[in-house]
């Protein structure tokens, strides 16, 4: 029995909706479909995703307030009938008709895995170049998201996403995500560790989804800064695992740095060429500047 949950923000999911239908009808067990809409502001969105609710397997639930990325999965949860759950975000795209049955073909092959445990099929990009205005997004999928499983197993819960898994609802029980990040950021990384604390099995399969909505270069950035603010807030908070701190190239460059009295410097380059640095990268899209770009805002927000 498998629940399979769609958060939806102002996206249009009746084509994931469609092909992920197609697959479960043939997998000759109970099933449904739960999208939950976050208050999306795009009322033809909402109209299209609510006829979704017509097919018999598919629920949808509205939510007139945003409730943000971890409070609107923790919810989903609690609204799922069956115990294996299946998360994605809304704005991934199926890439293998075999999607939904490779998931299920690993858990009759492994009988063994505990009650509580979560299965990390990946993610994957279109192999066609997006426009200019997205390929910073596009760029640091490809180039940092992507990987094997064989490379994901290596370090299973510093590799973790919740765009594509395959859980339990047992996993869950006092284990959901941290509602307290309303923001783009970490809260993902928060949940991994919180998983390897309680020692939750972490198994990365090949089974990805496309990820297919590309932000602007614009909106990366904003939502890069985000993740900035998210992660120096829990910084402040001494609420980082400690593993963490080793695991995050931003967190050693920053702690090389401070060591060395150079964060003053990178503050100042934030304050005086923030505006030069986003109009390079929106330009001419360098994952290199983009890592200095984080590490002289985190400097700025220290100072």
Known sequence: MLSILIPS????????????????????????????????????????????????????????????RSKIRNLLVENARYDHLLLMDCDAGVASDQYLSNYMTYLKDHPELPSRHVISGGLCYRAEKPSQERMLRWKYGVEREVRSAEERNQH?????????????????????????????GYEDTLWGYQL?????????????????????????????????ENLYHLMQENRLPE??????????????????????????????LHQALEKSLKLTPSLRLLDSYKLFYLAYLSR
Request: charged residues 25%; aromatic residues 12%; contains cysteine.
């Open 9 to 68: 923000f102002n996206v249009n999911v009746t084509e994931l909706v469609g092909r992920l239908l197609d697959q479960a009808r043939g997998l000759s067990l109970p099933f449904e479909v739960v999208i939950m809409d976050d208050a999306s502001t795009d009322m033809a969105v909402r109209a299209h995703n609510q006829q979704l609710s017509q097919e018999e397997e598919v629920r949808y639930i509205q939510q007139e307030e945003n409730q943000g």
């Open 156 to 184: 299973p819960y510093r590799s973790f996403t919740p765009f594509n898994i395959l859980t339990t609802k047992e996993t869950f029980v006092d284990n959901g995500f941290d509602e307290s990040l309303t923001t783009y």
């Open 243 to 272: 593993d963490f701190m080793f695991d995050s190239r931003l967190l050693r460059t920053y702690d090389n740095f401070q060591r060395k009295g150079f964060l003053p410097i990178c503050s100042t380059y934030y304050k005086i």
């Open 196 to 228: 390897k604390e309680k020692q939750i099995p972490m198994v990365h399969i090949d089974n990805p989804l496309y990820h297919d909505g590309l932000d602007t270069n614009e909106d990366f950035l904003r939502k890069t800064r985000q993740a900035v």
